[in-house]
């Protein structure tokens, strides 16, 4: 019998009497194409964008090297470091337990922030961390969102009491991986026209309300960066803008210090197979690799779409597009630079002889 979908909530009845939620309608494709699973990367892989607790077990953090010689991952950066003693316990659990196979960021203190010592403060801590391994700074995303100081004023992401702490990562050589914003759809209606609709059905807790608005914060970001030219700076998740390819190699042009990385923004580059690659192509110097949340059955997604030109790839998480993705099929130099180059380059303390 012929279904008839009508919308109620999250379901979808038919006139089979069937139910069926939103989340759960997984249509199969009739397309026939050919298909080139990439199990293991061409080369081997920097993923500069992971998270993982400080006090991991020596169990867990074997299983994920023996993972990472799966896939060929390389190494992997752990941005959720800490900062103080969370910082040496990070280090001990991963760089110092497995040579060469883990790199480390530190993150902020934000306690205290707005007081007259803080900035300071911030810049001593980092220098302290830095000397206890830390190899970058990572600034999670509720800088610029919900970080408030003393008298509750939402601190901007262009807070002149940051300066310090970014002047001292510009003098100790050390990039720092920044996380502005979260998609701009975020901050739209919530209604038939957001693309994030079931995103944001399923997930309520991350609609987004003005003020701060997504251009608020892309604008302070970028006063930041004008801020801070001596600074490496790394945007998380193509800055937010990888569906504004032109808007985001424009602002790679003004700052030839600011790169980015892909992590979790795979949907966005697979739906663009014609301008994607040559985005990549031409900015093959500033872009870098990057997962996010690690899961070792995902990472083949990323290396068939940068590698192959295979069509309409089923994407792993729903939830975050609804529509499939297209092979870029980046040429070999392309992929260097994003699989290793790049990060091998702006990280120091990283291992090179597995790339040479």
């Known amino acids: 019998m012929r279904c008839l979908p009508v ?13 069926l939620s939103v989340e759960d309608w997984n249509p199969r494709s009739t397309l026939v194409t050919e298909e080139h699973p990439v199990a293991r990367a061409k080369f081997p892989v920097i993923d500069v964008h992971s998270h993982h607790r400080s006090h991991a077990a020596l169990a867990t953090t074997s299983r994920i090297v023996a993972e990472m010689d799966e896939l060929n991952l390389a190494v992997l950066v752990n941005l959720s470091g800490g900062h103080g003693e969370r910082l040496r316990t990070t280090v001990r659990n991963f760089r110092l337990r497995h040579p060469g196979r883990f790199a480390v960021f530190a993150n902020p203190d934000f306690n205290g922030i707005g007081s007259p010592g803080w900035p300071g403060r911030a ?48 003098r100790l050589g050390v990039p720092v991986l920044i996380h502005v914003a979260d998609p701009a759809e975020f901050w739209s209606e919530h209604d038939a026209r957001n693309e994030r609709w079931l995103e944001l059905a399923l997930r309520p807790r991350r609609k987004r309300s003005a003020p701060p608005s997504f251009d608020d914060l892309i604008a302070e970001r970028d006063r930041l960066l004008q801020r801070h ?11 937010w803008q990888g569906h504004d390819l032109g808007r985001l190699g424009a602002l790679l042009d003004r700052h030839s210090n600011v790169h980015v990385d892909i992590a979790a923004v795979l949907y966005e580059l697979g739906r663009v197979p014609f301008s994607g690659p040559e985005f990549l192509n031409r900015y093959r110097d500033r872009v870098l690799f990057g997962k996010d ?48 180059k790049n990060a091998l380059r702006l990280i120091p303390g990283i291992d090179a002889s597995p790339f040479e």
């Open 7 to 19: 919308l109620f909530g999250l379901l979808l009845h038919c006139a089979s009497g069937q139910e």
């Open 123 to 170: 810049a001593r801590q980092l220098e302290e961390d830095v000397e206890a391994g830390a190899q970058g700074l990572k600034i999670f995303k509720n800088f610029g969102m919900s970080v408030r100081d003393r008298s509750g004023r939402r601190v901007p992401v262009d807070d002149p009491s940051m300066d310090p702490l970014f002047e001292a990562c510009a």
């Open 293 to 340: 949340s690690y899961a070792a059955d995902e990472f083949p997604y990323y290396w068939r779409v940068l590698e192959t030109r295979d069509e309409y790839i089923e994407y792993y998480r729903r939830y975050h597009a609804h529509w499939r993705l297209y092979g870029l099929g980046l040429p070999d130099d392309t992929l260097k630079h994003i699989y290793w």
């Open 229 to 239: 030219p001596n600074v490496n700076f790394i945007l998380a998740h193509m800055g």
